[in-house]
């Protein structure tokens, strides 16, 4: 199966039912999961649940995570761990594939 990267924008689209993007978000996801294992970082993680914590409050931010994590248990969502030397492949990557457009 392919793997398609989340990131935390997508996420928060799906947990948020105020999000202009939430509907969109749900009907993607939807229909991804059919076609894609889906890709997050710890640090995305991260990010998303400090974000659902100041706009949405500690309840839904469990709540949501106990989802995620059921669908991490069912292998529907893929967790990388970003450790230092991912860090820095990620880096070398950045440098290979980018230029300054200025």
């Known amino acids: 199966m392919k793997k398609l990267f989340v990131d935390t924008s997508a996420w928060y689209a799906i947990s948020d039912p105020g999000d202009t993007n939430h509907k969109a978000a749900l009907a993607y996801r939807n229909e991804i ?3 894609y294992r889906l890709v997050v970082t710890n640090y ?3 990010e998303l649940y400090t974000l659902l914590l100041m706009s ?3 309840r839904k931010t469990v709540d949501f995570k ?5 669908l991490v248990t ?3 969502i893929e967790v990388v761990w970003v450790r230092e030397d991912t860090a820095r492949e ?3 990557i950045f440098e290979k594939y980018n230029v300054d457009k200025h």
Do not use: F, H, R
Not at 66 to 70: A, N, P, V, Y
């Open 33 to 35: 999961v059919k076609k």
């Open 44 to 46: 995305i993680w991260d």
């Open 56 to 58: 949405l409050g500690y």
């Open 66 to 70: 106990s989802q995620l994590d059921i």
């Open 74 to 76: 069912t292998n529907i």
């Open 90 to 92: 990620a880096w070398a």
